[in-house]
């Protein structure tokens, strides 16, 4: 009972704590927010039109652009501000129907359309569609120019006709189909990969800079009037264990909840999700808790709390994707798995991405399971020894 009030009170001292509000609760939120906002979301490339004054010929052509699969298309008033779309990385790449194009044609003439890229490899594909577009509407003009030349039917006449007889007449269709495993993130909605990334670094990170407060109890001689009472130190261990574990499951189940309710994040098999946030918790908690017993300085325990809690997060695949690690870096992404957050993020993806189960997460629970138990065995022993000293 008493190591129940011990931990109770480690989680009413974290809500007394205003800036514990923001960090612990809403912080994760935000960054949520952000990167979906960013990140998340269609990975069709975008592709700005500019199609002003340019005539009915020229809104055709933007059209045919626009039904093409995979592209999203934005339309633009100015041609500055479709440039400076492309240079900020707004849009992949920018056509400029220009003013005149309808009367040109009609006229004979030649046109010229004027295509903005980023340097990469889909400007091609892109670059691709637009000349598919074009290519298709010229050869609608070339038969109306020949109709009109041969005085069978007036140039607008003859273009509508080409048009209806291209609509209806065989054509030489390819068929695309995807085969082997999609890109791992096409099935996650604009803020899923986020939160279970956020998820992970912020229980870990909360947990390591919570270890201050184990310092802090020391030193105000909170631990020692414990002592003093009929409270063993398997007791007060006990306590403090259950506190640093109730921080952390009370912060991921918020993260897990409220990301569900605001931005409608799926967490997958809701007994998986759970058994995943809880082992990790253990194990981020045990972390937190061998801190506190091996440092004396509550600022040192802080400071290096956050470094340690950032670059095992950044080495863990909470900020670079795992999967990206993989393609590029295979040692690096072999190494990060001496992090629990690589095995914590690589069990999110099997229950959100694949559909799996408790079962199929087996592997990664138990490294995290053997984790958290190995440094709360360390944990226990060096803070019983130093509240024995203290």
């Known amino acids: 009972m008493k190591a129940l009030v011990i931990g109770a009170n480690s989680v009413r001292r974290l ?28 990975y069709d490339p975008r592709m700005g039109i500019v199609t002003e004054g340019s005539g009915q010929l020229g809104a055709e052509l933007a059209e045919s652009v626009r039904l093409t699969e995979g592209v999203e298309v934005r339309d633009y008033s100015d041609r500055d501000a479709l440039i400076l779309a492309v240079e900020r990385g707004q849009l992949e790449a920018g056509l400029i129907v220009p003013t005149g194009y309808d009367d040109t044609l009609r ?15 889909t400007s091609q594909a892109l670059r691709n569609t637009v000349d598919s577009a074009a290519v298709r509407q010229g050869t609608l003009l070339r038969a109306a120019a020949f109709a009109d030349s041969q005085g069978v039917l ?17 054509q030489v269709l390819v068929a695309q189909e995807a085969v082997g495993e999609p890109f791992i993130f096409q099935r996650l909605g604009a803020f899923d990969m986020g939160a279970y990334s956020q998820l992970l670094l912020f229980i870990f990170l909360t947990s390591m800079t919570g270890s201050s407060a184990l310092i802090q109890s020391r030193r105000l001689g909170v631990s020692r009037r414990m002592l003093a009472t009929p409270t063993s130190v398997g007791t007060i261990l006990a306590g403090e264990s259950l506190g640093r574990l109730a921080v952390a499951l009370v912060q991921g189940l918020f993260i897990i909840f409220g990301s569900a309710i605001v931005f409608g994040v799926d967490w997958g098999d809701p007994v998986a999700a759970a058994a995943i946030v809880i082992v990790f918790s253990a194990g981020a908690a045990a972390t937190g808790m061998l801190m506190g017993a091996v440092f004396k300085n509550d600022q040192q325990a802080g400071g290096l709390g956050v470094v340690i809690g950032l670059g095992l997060a950044a080495l863990g695949g909470a900020m670079m994707p795992l999967s990206i690690m993989k393609l590029f870096s295979p040692g690096l992404w072999r190494v990060a798995h001496v992090t629990p957050h690589a095995w914590g993020i690589e069990a999110f993806e099997e229950i959100i991405i694949r559909d799996g189960t408790v079962a199929d997460i087996v592997l990664e629970l138990g490294i995290l399971g053997a984790f958290a138990a ?7 022993w060096r803070l019983r020894v130093a509240l024995t000293r203290s």
Request: aromatic share 10%; no cysteine; charged share 15%.
């Open 154 to 170: 007036g140039f607008s006449d003859a273009l509508e006709l080409a048009g209806l007889i291209a609509e209806t007449s065989p």
């Open 15 to 42: 809500l007394r704590d205003r800036a514990n509000v923001f960090f612990v609760f809403m912080l994760p939120m935000l960054l949520i927010l952000v990167l979906g906002a960013a990140f998340g979301g269609s």
């Open 107 to 121: 006229a004979g003439g030649s046109v010229n359309l004027e295509f903005v890229a980023r340097t990469d490899p």
């Open 374 to 380: 190995v440094v709360f065995v360390l944990a226990t």
